[in-house]
């Protein structure tokens, strides 16, 4: 029988309030107190710059970044600098690597890649990786980034997961935010979204729902949606 997990959408959340949340529960999950959560949500325009710390691939001053309202937040995830903003899917799962599933660190990125490579095949879309990157790309271009930590539980063994992968959805997209970086620290590639590949028109919610079941079969679960604000 898969294990529960609780699963939410919230349309619109600043930053460093779903970082907050993560934290809450990622620290609830280790201690044993919580279930496992995948928090599906958008962003308002903002930056965040991952444990690579490559401050060169900003490419907007302070004063740019304010008339453009983007924030830039610094944060403990791996990887470069990134872009989260309305018209993209961002999926922070909360998962618990303890051994029972036989996942191990290398095995849970494959497995959010894969999800996304199975979502995107049942619109005749070829999903792959590029085996020097994290990610899933459509030829090449990158429709999703993908950037975790992995928090080592206090009183019991494993790691709890924390953040997750922004998954393009809006056409357009790449022309906004992705404009003031070299996303990921890559200047060969560009960066793509679900529209674009499919000519087909979706809601960031719909999405949501609708990848759940790839979800569910990918990592071996089965979601209970719960509402975000309670």
């Excluded at 997990?5 to 919230?10: A, D, E, H, I, K």
């Excluded at 890559?186 to 809601?203: A, C, H, N, P, R």
Aim: charged share 20%; net charge negative.
């Amino acid at each position: 029988m898969n294990k529960p997990l609780l699963v939410s959408y919230t349309p619109m959340i600043e930053y460093g309030e779903a970082w907050d949340k993560q934290k809450e529960l990622v620290k609830a999950i280790s201690d044993g107190q919580q279930q496992e959560h995948l928090l599906l949500l958008q962003h308002p325009p903002t930056y965040t710059i991952g444990s690579q710390q490559h401050p060169e691939h900003l490419l907007l001053s302070p004063e740019q970044l304010q008339e453009q309202g983007i924030s830039l937040v610094q944060i403990d995830r791996g990887g470069d600098i990134t872009y989260h903003g309305p018209g993209q899917l961002v999926g922070y799962p909360l998962l618990l690597l303890d051994g029972e599933n036989g996942l191990d660190l290398h095995g849970y990125l494959r497995n959010l890649e894969q999800v996304i490579i199975n979502y995107l095949a049942q619109f005749g879309i070829e999903g792959s990786r590029k085996p020097e990157y994290t990610g899933v790309w459509v030829g090449n271009v990158k429709i999703t980034a993908i950037g975790v930590k992995f928090n080592k539980c206090r009183h019991r063994r494993g790691f709890v997961t924390s953040h997750g992968f922004a998954f393009n959805i809006k056409s357009g997209i790449q022309n906004e935010g992705f404009q003031g970086i070299i996303p990921c620290g890559i200047q060969e590639y560009g960066v793509t979204s679900l529209e674009d590949v499919t000519g087909k028109t979706f809601t960031v919610e719909q999405v949501a729902h609708d990848i759940i079941p790839y979800f569910n079969e990918v990592f071996g679960y089965e979601a209970i949606w719960e509402d975000a604000n309670a």
